[in-house]
Nanobody, 122 residues
């Protein structure tokens, strides 16, 4: 059974930082691909960062240079360090995983966390 549990969201001002964490159970951490997605009100869910099985990270253009996704194998954890936050980063952020799919389309991921809200004020 795969479970993903996010934590670390909150409210910050423009230019601030937050770190999201995702704890993964089951074999998905070692065997699959994992990533961070976000969904703002009225918008479609979008990729923020995806880490493939080889550990390579792909970022959305909108977050390159500001966000860093990483994994900590000893804790089966996935992180998203978010710096220089902007109001347009406001969204619910989700951790996602899949055993086979490693693409950028959120529809390809079968396992999701409950989401954590990030709100950036100007």
């Amino acid at each position: 059974q795969v479970q993903l549990v996010e934590s670390g969201g909150g409210s910050v001002q423009f230019g601030g930082s937050l770190r999201l964490s995702c704890a993964a159970s089951g074999d998905i951490y070692s065997r699959g691909c994992m990533g961070w997605f976000r969904q703002a009100p009225g918008k479609e869910r979008e990729r923020v960062a995806v880490i493939d099985r080889g550990g390579k990270v792909r970022y959305a253009d909108s977050v390159k240079g500001r966000f860093t996704a990483s994994k900590e194998n000893a804790k089966n954890a996935l992180y998203l360090q978010m710096n220089s936050l902007k109001p347009e980063d406001t969204a619910a952020y989700y951790c996602a995983a899949d055993r086979y799919y490693c693409g950028d389309n959120y529809r390809g991921y079968n396992y999701w966390g409950q989401g954590t809200q990030v709100t950036v004020s100007s």
